[in-house]
């Protein structure tokens, strides 16, 4: 991922993609929000106001050239159901509970919000498409990638081997430890790939959503995936992480959009 800096933000771009598509991952820097949300935060949902979260995005936004009321977003519940973002979310109207966005739409910007979880950014360069997935160890385990490939290819078309993904800055497997409960979900799933994904360390457990996610895509036919590498709870000058920081912290910002 290339690292830009303009106007005090700081945000990660993946050179994966082609030309036809606007792609940025915020940093936490170069916002409004006071501690505990210092200070991009773009999420209402953690205690911050309201009206700093708005200022927020407006800068975000306007870093990249985007209309702030171009937004589609959605209320994230670590599922795999989709949003087909025909046109921007009427923002008088909640968000839908959804953790897949696509649009084929180049006057919406498709935005989700991060602090652990995996993003990942989907483009379809021959069928003009472009999505954001929410991929946490609940979403990763009920398969939320191979759900996106699946809506690519009944809505758009798409062929997988067509497809290009990045997958952002999130927690890595170093920083990951997880209980017995998880790992055996994840046994479950992925059979004798769950050797790549699980990994015992000092008699601790610690799961690698990178490589699962990318087994995902791979099994789904996906072969063009950039893995951006940066960990969010191992850089809080740069991100915000829900464990590191014991769910006292924001959201960063992913957006992406079709020129």
Same mark, same amino acid.
């Given at each position: 991922?290339l690292?830009?800096?303009?106007n005090?933000? /700081?945000?990660y771009q993946?050179?994966?993609?082609? *030309?036809?598509?606007?792609n940025?991952?915020?940093? /936490?820097?170069? @916002?409004?929000?006071? +501690?505990? #949300?210092?200070?991009?935060?773009?999420?209402?949902?953690?205690?911050d106001e309201?009206e700093?979260?708005a200022?927020? /995005?407006?800068?975000a936004? +306007?870093?990249?050239?985007?209309?702030?009321?171009?937004i589609h977003?959605?209320w994230?519940?670590h599922?795999?159901?989709?949003i087909?973002?025909d046109n921007p979310?009427?923002l008088? +109207?909640?968000? %839908? !509970? &959804?953790d897949i966005?696509?649009?084929?739409?180049p006057?919406v910007?498709?935005?989700?919000r991060f &602090?652990?979880?995996?993003?990942l950014l989907? %483009?379809d360069? *021959?069928?003009?498409?472009?999505?954001?997935?929410?991929?946490g #160890?609940m979403?990763t =385990?009920?398969?939320?990638?191979?759900a996106?490939i699946?809506?690519?290819q009944?809505?758009?078309?798409s062929?997988?081997?067509?497809v290009?993904?990045g997958?952002?800055?999130?927690?890595?497997?170093d920083?990951?430890?997880?209980?017995e409960? =998880?790992?055996?979900r994840?046994?479950? *799933?992925?059979?004798?790939d769950?050797?790549r994904?699980?990994?015992m360390?000092n008699? !601790?457990i610690h799961?690698d959503? #990178?490589?699962?996610?990318?087994?995902?895509l791979?099994?789904?036919?996906?072969e063009?995936?950039?893995?951006s590498g940066l960990?969010?709870?191992? %850089?809080?000058?740069?991100w915000?992480? %829900?464990?590191?920081e !014991?769910? !006292?912290t @924001?959201?960063?910002?992913a957006?992406?959009?079709?020129?």
């Amino acid at each position: 991922m290339l690292l830009h800096e303009r106007n005090e933000l /700081r945000y990660y771009q993946f050179d994966i993609f082609s *030309k036809d598509v606007i792609n940025a991952v915020f940093t /936490r820097q170069g @916002g409004v929000s006071p +501690e505990p #949300w210092h200070s991009l935060n773009l999420s209402i949902s953690v205690g911050d106001e309201p009206e700093r979260v708005a200022a927020n /995005r407006v800068r975000a936004f +306007e870093a990249l050239g985007r209309d702030p009321a171009s937004i589609h977003d959605v209320w994230l519940v670590h599922g795999t159901d989709i949003i087909y973002a025909d046109n921007p979310r009427p923002l008088s +109207e909640p968000p %839908h !509970k &959804a953790d897949i966005l696509f649009t084929d739409n180049p006057n919406v910007s498709l935005f989700m919000r991060f &602090a652990d979880c995996v993003p990942l950014l989907f %483009h379809d360069p *021959k069928k003009g498409v472009v999505g954001i997935a929410h991929a946490g #160890w609940m979403g990763t =385990v009920k398969g939320v990638a191979e759900a996106s490939i699946k809506g690519m290819q009944a809505r758009y078309g798409s062929d997988p081997a067509d497809v290009v993904v990045g997958i952002g800055p999130s927690i890595s497997v170093d920083q990951y430890e997880v209980g017995e409960e =998880v790992a055996a979900r994840f046994r479950e *799933k992925y059979g004798a790939d769950s050797d790549r994904i699980l990994q015992m360390r000092n008699g !601790k457990i610690h799961l690698d959503l #990178w490589t699962a996610n990318v087994i995902q895509l791979q099994n789904m036919g996906v072969e063009q995936i950039q893995v951006s590498g940066l960990c969010t709870a191992s %850089h809080l000058d740069d991100w915000f992480s %829900h464990r590191a920081e !014991k769910g !006292k912290t @924001g959201r960063f910002g992913a957006l992406l959009a079709l020129t």
